[in-house]
């Protein structure tokens, strides 16, 4: 049985560490091209680890510090709480936007995942 207090930080960590696998993902997220995005699933994909929810934990704790407005839902709606922030991000980098129809509650765009949705790229290399 270990000597440890409960809830005692490991040694060798440090409270500013990020998990190894958040890590990964906001440097992926830092990838990301002005202009595009990648979906939670396909971040989670091109690490070939986690899923879509475990991406989107990881931008939820950590992801203030990197273009969070660049890991998206897949169907192109703009994050629940930050919509007015992402649309600004997104207006000034020229991400491709379908604006909303007047029955669109808000009246708020979708991002045009057809045309914003980025692969990764061949020369980006994996993390």
């Given at each position: 049985m270990s000597e440890q207090n409960p809830g005692?930080?490991?040694r060798g960590t440090h409270p500013d560490d990020l998990?190894?696998?958040?890590e990964r993902v906001l440097q992926v997220a830092e990838l990301i091209p002005p202009g595009r995005v990648m979906t939670y699933g396909d971040v989670a994909?091109?690490?070939e680890e986690g899923g879509p929810r475990q991406v989107g934990r990881v931008m939820s704790l950590y992801g203030g510090a990197v273009p969070w407005w660049r890991v998206v839902r897949?169907?192109?709606?703009?994050?629940p709480g930050h919509e007015l922030r992402?649309?600004?991000h997104y207006r000034d980098e020229g991400t491709?936007?379908?604006?909303a129809g007047r029955s669109a509650e808000g009246h708020l765009p979708r991002l045009d995942m057809r045309r914003a949705r980025w692969d990764?790229?061949?020369?980006?290399?994996h993390i």
């Open positions: 005692a930080e490991p998990p190894e696998y958040a994909e091109w690490l897949s169907d192109g709606a703009l994050l992402a649309l600004a491709p936007l379908r604006e990764g790229g061949a020369d980006a290399g």
